[in-house]
């Protein structure tokens, strides 16, 4: 229910953000972040193998609980859920600010990279999202999901592993690119910055769970809507951070642009939200009710739904690459920088 899809998002996301501001911070002083980043890759895959067992144990030990609604069931529900899935999303949260410190090997190329990564773990989250939600689950089942994530997760382990630099290639590397931009920015501008940065993070989830209202009162109540909500969400914020990576050097005037153009393009959707379920009625009807007549109406309604969200969504994902792009300035704190944005906007 809505109540149980809040404290599992806050938990999962809480997780991410503290992975994100602690590893950022750490990732400085770690000699090798490559061989870290496979670590933390091993962590999440194990906890995913022992979580079925895990869960079983949870759910005996947490039997006796009231979980009576709303705030009992939502404070528990939030410490059960911090107890299961805490320790891997902090492991998430730790991927993208080391990979961004190992992969930066100069400053200006540093920006590129971040936007890189944050696009392409965006768009691997949003075949995860698709994948789980209309594959894997339904022909696996919750368990089988899980070792199979797992499996994904034990490999990228030993790859990363086994073709991490020696500590020495690592140190030469940073101690002979470092570099400076000569843009200079106040603390109260990098403030400024990461209230953006915590508004932008605000407004996404926000808004993905008012149109996963939305979609489900136009579509019907289903896991059908939160998966193809989740999936159109991400696929167009990793489609913005993308093309992010594709610009050389970014100012502030470009993210006070984009931030006046998510504003601009929400309001535009605003009119229309009345029409929905008038339109998805209509959708229906052309086709059949049968399992290719439903597979066709889903493909139909999610590529709907990313016309009308694409370009909102986009810009926001836009913005978190801009913001470490505009601040970055010392290539041996890249990773911090990243994980410092991240945290704030998860």
């Excluded at 496979?38 to 022992?50: K, M, N, R, S, T």
């Excluded at 067992?53 to 609604?69: D, E, K, M, Y």
């Excluded at 229906?284 to 290719?292: G, S």
């Amino acid at each position: 229910d809505a109540t149980a899809t809040a404290v599992v998002l806050a938990a999962f996301l809480g997780g991410l953000s503290l992975g994100y501001g602690s590893f950022g911070h750490l990732s400085a002083r770690i000699k090798r972040p490559w061989f870290a980043y496979a670590v933390v890759e091993a962590g999440i895959g194990l906890w995913g193998l022992a979580f079925p067992a895990l869960f079983a144990f949870v759910q005996s030990a947490s039997a006796s609980l009231s979980l009576a609604a709303p705030w009992l069931l939502a404070a528990q529900g939030f410490l059960l859920a911090v107890v299961l899935i805490g320790p891997p999303t902090i492991c998430m949260g730790a991927t993208v600010p080391l990979l961004t410190q190992a992969l930066s090997l100069d400053l200006a190329s540093a920006g590129r990279v971040h936007a890189r990564l944050y696009g392409i773990n965006t768009a691997g989250a949003f075949l995860g999202a698709v994948l789980a939600g209309y594959c894997t689950i339904p022909a696996l089942g919750l368990p089988g999901t899980l070792m199979l994530c797992a499996a994904f997760n034990l490999a990228a382990a030993c790859w990363f592993a086994c073709t991490a630099p020696p500590v020495s290639q690592a140190r030469a590397t940073v101690s002979t690119n470092v570099t400076s931009l000569p843009q200079s920015s106040s603390r109260s501008l990098v403030a400024v910055f990461m209230v953006i940065a915590l508004l932008n993070g605000f407004q996404t989830i926000a808004l993905e769970n008012v149109l996963i209202r939305f979609v489900a009162l136009s579509m019907g109540g289903s896991a059908y809507a939160f998966t193809m909500v989740v999936s159109v969400f991400v696929l167009a914020i990793a489609a913005g951070a993308l093309f992010v990576a594709r610009l050389s050097n970014q100012t502030a005037k470009t993210l006070w642009i984009n931030q006046a153009l998510i504003a601009f393009s929400l309001l535009l959707i605003f009119p229309s939200l009345d029409t929905w379920p008038y339109w998805t009625h209509r959708l229906r009807l052309l086709f059949d009710p049968d399992m290719i007549g439903f597979w066709g109406y889903q493909v139909a309604a999610f590529g709907a739904l990313l016309l009308v969200i694409a370009i909102p969504a986009a810009l926001l994902g836009a913005a978190v690459p801009l913001i470490f792009i505009c601040l970055r300035r010392d290539l041996g704190t890249v990773g911090h920088l990243s994980g410092r944005i991240l945290c704030v906007n998860t």
